[in-house]
């Protein structure tokens, strides 16, 4: 990561080579093998993308600019499919493979198709920056941090039924008002749509064992659930979670894996 003399913008590595080719590629390899049901043109969709990033400077690409490519790119998902997660990226595609039912924003058609990728326009020439990109922190509106604010968005407001969330026990704030889940999409979250939030809080095998769900930012994000209406509950060391941690880290003597019995902690809604 390149850091400029004071003043500049800090940089990281410019647009992910070959960005349109592997764009509507994804789009197709989705619209074909995927999802067939939807007929959306990936072309058009790959227009408005680049309207979106080129036609403003490249730290003012705000939400609203990739309205035209969210609104020909519409999906639907099915209610008790849900899944977030905030520090467990890994596990999460473990756990959502195992449980093949799980939809996380990755399997969505905007996930699938810009996952991984980095874009961003030039600023005093026409097409995309392929040499340096500013970093997330650096910019105003990043154009990558903008059109994943949307997608995180647009997914948890059509969350409903009952939800899933992983949260990383083994680290200070596990729930982070900061990240994309605790700053977009759980104030997304729709109440009346959501019939449970159920979070899930695992820890690294070998710890530590910062938070859980009576302690920590988690009980931070139990109050706000109640507080806005939602039931929920909340499991430490769920068992299916630590089996899958086993299989990962292949320490298979460790006790969580010789003993996957092991009693878990559960909490929830408080009933009056």
């Not at 493979?97 to 005093?124: D, I, S």
């Not at 097409?127 to 997914?155: I, M, T």
Request: net charge negative; with cysteine; hydrophobic share 35%.
């Amino acid at each position: 990561m390149l850091q400029l003399s004071h003043g500049q913008v800090q940089t990281q590595p410019g647009t992910t080579p070959n960005i349109r080719h592997i764009v509507v590629g994804r789009c197709f390899t989705y619209t074909t093998l995927i999802n067939s049901s939807l007929s959306h043109d990936c072309e058009e969709i790959w227009r408005h993308f680049e309207e979106a990033v080129l036609h403003q400077p490249t730290c003012s690409v705000k939400v609203q600019h990739y309205d035209k490519m969210f609104d020909t790119m519409r999906e639907f998902w099915p209610c008790d499919r849900f899944l977030f997660w905030s520090k467990t990226r890994t596990l999460m595609h473990s756990y959502a493979a195992v449980f093949r039912h799980f939809w996380t924003l990755e399997n969505t058609l905007v996930g699938f198709m810009f996952n991984e990728l980095v874009w961003c326009g030039q600023e005093e020439e026409s097409g995309f920056d392929f040499n340096s990109c500013p970093e997330w922190s650096a910019c105003g509106d990043h154009p990558v941090f903008s059109l994943w604010r949307y997608a995180s968005q647009k997914f948890a407001e059509m969350a409903c039924g009952n939800i899933t969330v992983l949260l990383n026990g083994s680290i200070a704030d596990a729930f982070n008002r900061k990240s994309m889940f605790g700053s977009v999409e759980l104030d997304s979250l729709n109440p009346q749509r959501v019939d449970h939030v159920n979070i899930k809080v695992v820890t690294n095998l070998e710890g530590p064992y910062i938070e859980s769900c009576s302690r920590g930012s988690i009980t931070d994000l139990i109050q706000i659930l109640q507080s806005r209406g939602f039931r929920w509950t909340c499991t430490d060391s769920d068992q299916t979670l630590m089996a899958l941690l086993c299989l990962q880290n292949q320490q298979f003597s460790h006790q969580a894996c010789t003993n996957p019995l092991q009693p878990t902690t559960s909490l929830q809604t408080p009933i009056y």
